[in-house]
């Protein structure tokens, strides 16, 4: 009964409670465009959004281990790693000094990586479901694996040299609109589409909500978790192509500590860290409150020790007020 | 009781070759020089290796063990401990955090092993704990780098920016100092922006994307190291600014960087990480022959343009 008065009447507290992280959101935005002029030009906004797309990508495929009680930490090693895969796939020419250097169309190049990306994905959920494993430790191990190895293929040195239709990745435009934009739309609309529309994606919620629950109904718990680490190894794929597409070079050394500031756009943009919870559109919006945040900062000239200072407060103060509002809503 | 006579004998096999080989030479002879390194996948740190891993190749009565501390200064404290209880003669050391190897310091001059600090140069604090420092001094790259494009900027001036390496590392604070110290002595340059990049190329292609945006119209961006100008040069190349139009400086000369000079970037200063390890391997040998040896050994910075680079490639 009470439920039902709450459902049916559209107060402001249910809209807070729903929609708080984007009032947030919305209202950095308008401190931050009176704070700086340049702020809502088109190019700054595009500019934003593409810096985004990388940490937005990787946090889209956290968002789905942490729905299932789970966490990914090495997103940012596998992109060191799949940086230099890609990097030695897509350069000009052989490069002797490098211990693998192979030229190859990039569609290739590309595949293989996307397809390391699902493997070391599903090394991940292998572990974790089959193993027994805390999804904590297995991926913390991957974590010192995958950067580890990226070392050694390269032997701790970057790989530049790349063609330029690979690089145009990174930096072309379609329609005026940089493609890693193109790229973290179509993935943010598989990935909404795979968690909200999709049977596995109503599996991922009932594991995340009650495990034992999920396995009663007959939810093949495993399969589906291996499933949701490969696909957060294929996310992270795609955006290491895109980091190394833009910076026209791999390096073992990219994406470092990638995977917090991924977690921290998971949890900003509302998923609970006990699972069950999470959406896709809001991961976005947490992804776009840190983007904003570093832009805002260096736009304004913020000097570089209070920008960490202001960056880890704000982060906070964001989750804060939207778990306040969500209680009283 | 077999049992434990068994257990006894297992730890005197373990001991006794430490034992007898713990001080002085190894059984075959060879000088044992321990070599414990920052990381191997720093790139800069990889030419330091190089160097002495050159210097083990061109001499048959060394043997250098080398460790990966991984940039982790408890890691290394226990690595260089475990090179001493192998029985090293010299230590050259790369440190992570040097404040955290006085336990370290100690033990070697117990044991009377020489110790070699490279690269990372220490806190006068700390000047009594080694026996030689084989490196550059940071500042003098900052002030190289900005020496440079300071006469470049004139007669107008202008604004600069300088994106750092990670807040509170040596070589960060140092090149940054040594920036401003020169930009000080100049009326008509001002620094108007400066943001952390960590050493890492897509930071700094993020931070200099942004300061374009931001209509501050810089004349010039320094950046501590070759990556962050990098990514400086490639944010300029995406908003479409004429190379002339800003001035971009790195520091290392890492062959990528020298690719791109000319062609965005401006200037780099070369600091010879291989004649780094090299000497810091020849100190720690000659140490452990007992011959005396400076105990300052500068390398000098160089600073690198398109005019000048043909001899750095």
Excluded at chain 1, 115 to 122: C, K, Q, V
Excluded at chain 1, 220 to 229: A, D, I, M, R, S
Excluded at chain 1, 276 to 296: Q, R
Excluded at chain 2, 117 to 129: K, S, V
């Amino acid at each position: 009964m009470s439920q039902q008065k709450i459902l049916s009447r559209p107060s402001v507290g249910a809209f807070m409670s729903k929609y708080g992280i984007v009032v947030i959101f919305v209202g950095l935005c308008i401190i931050l465009s009176i704070m700086s002029p340049v702020f809502l030009s088109m190019r700054n906004i595009t500019n934003v959004i593409r810096q985004v797309s990388i940490i937005g990508i990787v946090s889209m495929g956290v968002t789905f281990a942490i729905i299932t009680t789970g966490i990914d930490l090495s997103s940012g090693s596998m992109i060191a790693l799949i940086s230099v895969v890609v990097a030695t796939l897509s350069q000009n020419a052989m490069n002797p000094d490098q211990p693998v250097s192979i030229v190859m169309p990039i569609a290739i190049a590309v595949a293989i990586s996307l397809l390391l990306g699902i493997i070391l994905g599903a090394v991940n959920g292998t572990l974790t479901a089959f193993g027994k494993i805390p999804p904590f430790i297995a991926t913390l191990g991957m974590m010192t694996v995958a950067r580890g190895a990226a070392a050694l293929y390269t032997r701790g040195r970057p790989v530049g040299d790349l063609k330029e239709t690979f690089t145009f990745i990174g930096t072309g435009s379609i329609f005026g609109i940089p493609l890693p934009i193109w790229i973290y739309l179509a993935m943010g609309i598989l990935a909404h589409i795979l968690l909200s529309k999709t049977k596995f994606g109503r599996h991922v919620f009932a594991i995340g909500g009650n495990e034992q629950a999920a396995r009663i109904c007959g939810i093949n718990v495993e399969k589906t978790l291996v499933k949701v680490y490969a696909f957060a190894g294929f996310l992270t794929a795609v955006s290491a192509i895109l980091l190394t597409a833009r910076t026209s070079a791999g390096n073992p050394t990219y994406g470092l500590s990638y995977e917090l500031d991924a977690i921290a756009s998971t949890v900003i943009g509302g998923t609970s860290l006990s699972g069950g919870v999470g959406s896709i559109p809001f991961c976005v919006i947490g992804a776009l409150i840190i983007g904003v945040l570093n832009n805002g900062m260096d736009l304004m000239g913020v000097n570089a020790y209070w920008q960490q200072i202001a960056k880890g407060v704000i982060i906070v103060a964001a989750v804060l007020i939207d778990a306040r509002k969500q209680k009283r809503g | 009781m077999k049992k434990t006579v068994l257990v006894l004998v297992a730890m005197c096999m373990l001991i006794l070759p430490t034992a007898i080989f713990a001080n002085g030479q190894q059984e075959d002879g060879k000088i044992l020089i321990g070599a414990a390194m920052s990381s191997f996948s720093d790139k800069g740190q990889t030419y330091l290796q190089d160097g002495v891993r050159e210097f083990d190749a061109e001499n048959d009565d060394v043997e250098v063990l080398m460790t990966d501390a991984k940039d982790d200064a408890a890691v290394q404290l226990n690595q260089i401990e475990t090179l001493l209880v192998k029985g090293v003669d010299a230590i050259f050391i790369v440190p992570v955090d040097i404040s955290a190897l006085k336990p370290v310091f100690k033990k070697c001059k117990e044991d009377g092993v020489k110790v070699v600090i490279g690269n990372r140069m220490p806190a006068e604090e700390l000047w009594g704990e080694f026996d030689v420092y084989t490196g550059s001094e940071s500042i003098q790259a900052g002030i190289l780098q900005a020496e440079w494009v300071a006469e470049a900027m004139q007669p107008e001036g202008g604004k600069v920016g300088i994106i750092m390496g990670p807040l509170g590392h040596e070589a960060a604070r140092m090149r940054t100092e040594g920036n401003k110290q020169i930009f000080a002595k100049y009326d008509n340059i001002e620094i108007v922006m400066d943001a952390e990049g960590k050493w890492d190329r897509a930071k700094g292609m993020q931070i200099a994307e942004n300061w374009i945006q931001s209509g501050a119209n810089l004349d010039a961006v320094l950046c501590n190291n070759d990556e962050m100008a990098i990514g400086a040069l490639l944010a300029a190349e995406g908003a479409n600014l004429a190379d002339d139009a800003i001035i971009i400086a790195g520091v290392d000369a890492t062959p990528d960087a020298l690719e791109y000079l000319g062609a965005g970037l401006d200037v780099t200063v070369f600091q010879n990480m291989n004649a780094q390890g090299y000497n810091g391997a020849i100190a720690a040998y000659k140490l452990a022959k007992g011959e005396s040896v400076e105990k300052w050994d500068w390398i000098p910075f160089e600073t690198v343009t398109p005019e000048n680079m043909s001899e750095y490639k």
